[in-house]
C-alpha cells in the first residue's frame, strides 16, 4: 500500500530532489567541452558530438510524455537516474568521436525521461490531501533552487579543477566523477523519498504506455496543422531555430575559445565561476525583462533581447583576450534571460488549454531540431576559418529570428488600437 506525503513532506521531498537533480550539471557544464578536446577530438567533432543529444530528446520527448502517467511517476525518475548515471560513465570513459556521441544519445535519454515527472509527482501528491491547492509558492522556490544548485556546482567545479589533487589524471576529469558520484546520491534519495500517490495494474500501465506511443504521430500532426493556421504562433515556433544558434555560441563555443586562450586546464578552473556568474546574471535579466514587458510592450522586449542577444554573441567572437569575453559572455547570458519571459509569454498567448502542451512542446523540439543542425555545421565552419569566425557568424545569424517576431508585433499594435484578434486554431 502506498505511503501518501503530506503536503509539507512533499514540498521538502521536492525542493531536495530539485536541488540534487540540478547539482551535478552544475559540475560539468562546459566541462564535457574541454574534456573531449582534452581526450584529442577536433573542434569540429566535439560540436557534432552533442548533437545525438538533441536528435534524442527530438524523438523521445512526445513518446516518453505519457510514460509517468502510465508507469508512476516514481518509476520514470528511477529510469531517469539510472540513465543519468550510465549517460556520466559514458563520458568519463570515452576516448573517441563515437564514444561521446553514445553519452550524449544517453545524456538525451535521460532528459527527455526526466522531462517532468518530479513536478507532477510533487502536485498529484499535494492534490491527494488538498485538491486543487496552489502551488505556485513551491515552483517559484524550484526555480531560485535550480539556479543556486548549477551556480554552487559550477564554482566547485572550477575548485576542483585547481585543486587537482591526483596528479596523474586529468584535472578536467575531476569534476566529472564528482558530478557522477551526486547523481548516484540523487539516484538513491529518489528510490527512498518517493512515494508514488497512485497504483495501477501492470496491464494498466502498459496500455497507457502503448496509447502514448501510438498518440504521437497524431500529436505531432496536430501541432504541424496549429503551426499551419497560425502564422504568429509560427513565427515564435521559429524563433527557436535561430536562438539555439546563438546559444552555441555562448554555450558550448566559449570553453573551446577559452582553451585556445589559456590551454584546457585553466580554462576549465575559470570556467566554473563564469558559469555561476552567468546563472546570476540570467536570473537578473529575468527580472529585467518584466520591467522591459511593461514600458515597452511584450513584442518588444522580446525583438530587443534576440537583437542583443545575438549581437553579444558576435562580440564575443571578436573579443582576443579572456577578460573581454568573459565580459562579453556575461553581458550575452544576461540578455539570454531577458528573452525568455516575453517568448514564453508570446506562446501563452496563442496557446489554449487544449493545445498548451502541444505548444510548449513544440518549441522545445523545434530548439533541440535546430541545436542538432546547427552543432555540426557551426563546427565545420569553426574547423575550416577559425573559432572566432564561427562564433562571429552564428551570432549575427541568430539576430535574424527577431524578424519573426513581426506578426506577433502587428497584432500586438492592433490590439493597441482596439482591432480584434483573429481566431486562434
Do not use: C
Not at 78 to 103: D, R, S
Not at 234 to 245: D, K, P
Not at 305 to 325: D, E, F, T, W, Y
Amino acid at each position: 500500500m502506498s505511503t501518501h506525503l503530506s503536503p509539507s513532506a512533499a514540498r521538502r521531498v521536492f525542493l531536495v530532489l530539485t536541488a540534487t537533480r540540478w547539482l551535478p550539471v552544475g559540475f560539468v557544464i562546459g566541462v564535457f567541452t574541454l574534456f573531449a578536446l582534452e581526450r584529442g577530438l577536433t573542434v569540429q567533432e566535439t560540436m557534432t558530438y552533442g548533437a545525438a543529444q538533441g536528435v534524442m530528446v527530438l524523438l523521445l520527448e512526445l513518446p516518453t510524455s505519457g510514460f509517468a502517467d502510465a508507469f508512476g511517476r516514481k518509476a520514470v525518475l528511477v529510469a531517469a537516474g539510472v540513465v543519468n548515471v550510465i549517460a556520466g560513465v559514458l563520458y568519463l570513459t570515452a576516448t573517441t568521436f563515437w564514444q561521446f556521441a553514445l553519452a550524449a544519445g544517453f545524456l538525451g535519454i535521460y532528459r527527455a525521461l526526466d522531462s517532468g515527472p518530479l513536478e507532477a509527482w510533487f502536485v498529484d501528491t499535494v492534490h491527494l490531501t488538498e485538491p486543487g491547492a496552489d502551488v505556485d509558492q513551491a515552483l517559484a522556490a524550484q526555480g531560485t533552487i535550480v539556479g543556486v544548485a548549477i551556480a554552487g556546482g559550477s564554482l566547485a567545479s572550477g575548485g576542483l579543477i585547481l585543486w587537482h589533487p591526483f596528479a596523474d589524471y586529468s584535472a578536467i576529469a575531476f569534476p566529472i566523477v564528482v558530478s557522477i558520484a551526486f547523481a548516484v546520491v540523487h539516484l538513491v534519495l529518489t528510490l527512498t523519498m518517493v512515494h508514488e500517490p497512485h497504483e495501477s495494474s501492470e496491464t494498466t500501465r502498459a496500455r497507457q504506455a502503448l496509447d502514448s506511443a501510438r498518440d504521437t504521430p497524431k500529436v505531432i500532426g496536430d501541432g504541424l496543422t496549429l503551426l499551419r493556421h497560425n502564422r504568429i504562433l509560427a513565427g515564435l515556433i521559429g524563433v527557436e531555430l535561430f536562438w539555439v544558434i546563438g546559444m552555441m555560441v555562448f554555450e558550448t563555443m566559449l570553453p573551446i575559445r577559452l582553451s585556445e586562450m589559456l590551454g584546457t586546464t585553466d580554462a576549465g578552473v575559470l570556467l566554473g565561476p563564469v558559469a555561476a556568474g552567468g546563472w546570476a546574471v540570467f536570473a537578473f535579466g529575468s527580472a529585467v525583462a518584466g520591467r522591459m514587458m511593461r514600458r515597452w510592450g511584450v513584442v518588444r522586449a522580446a525583438i530587443a533581447a534576440r537583437v542583443l542577444n545575438g549581437l553579444g554573441a558576435a562580440v564575443m567572437g571578436l573579443m582576443l583576450g579572456p577578460a573581454g569575453l568573459v565580459g562579453a559572455y556575461l553581458v550575452t547570458y544576461m540578455l539570454h534571460g531577458v528573452g525568455g519571459a516575453p517568448h514564453l509569454t508570446l506562446l501563452h498567448r496563442e496557446a489554449s488549454a487544449r493545445n498548451r502542451a502541444t505548444v510548449l512542446s513544440m518549441n522545445s523540439m523545434v530548439m533541440q531540431a535546430g541545436g542538432a543542425v546547427a552543432a555540426p555545421t557551426i563546427g565545420w565552419l569553426a574547423a575550416t576559418t577559425s573559432v572566432q569566425t564561427a562564433m562571429v557568424a552564428a551570432g549575427l545569424v541568430s539576430v535574424l529570428g527577431a524578424f519573426l517576431y513581426l506578426p506577433a508585433l502587428r497584432q500586438e499594435r492592433a490590439l493597441k488600437g482596439g482591432a480584434h484578434p483573429a481566431p486562434v486554431t
